[in-house]
């Protein structure tokens, strides 16, 4: 997995899976889910990333796994 925060377009991105997106939806404003040809979710993007989530949360992530 990789996130990408981009702070010029102020967006966030989340790939979870290196296959090749074949749709896109918007489930709520700003907020997109990349899914591949098997309608499996491959990545999540995040729009105006800052009006969703606090600046303190951005720098830094943590990932736990069981």
Known sequence: M???????????Y???S???ISDSEE???GIILDYDEKNNLVGIEIL???EH????SLK???IESP
């Open 48 to 50: 105006n990333v800052t």
């Open 27 to 29: 489930v709520k404003p």
């Open 14 to 16: 989340m790939r979870l």
């Open 60 to 62: 830094s992530i943590v």
């Open 2 to 12: 990789r996130v990408t925060v981009d702070k010029e377009t102020d967006s966030l």
């Open 18 to 20: 290196d296959t090749i």
């Open 53 to 56: 989530v606090p600046s303190v």
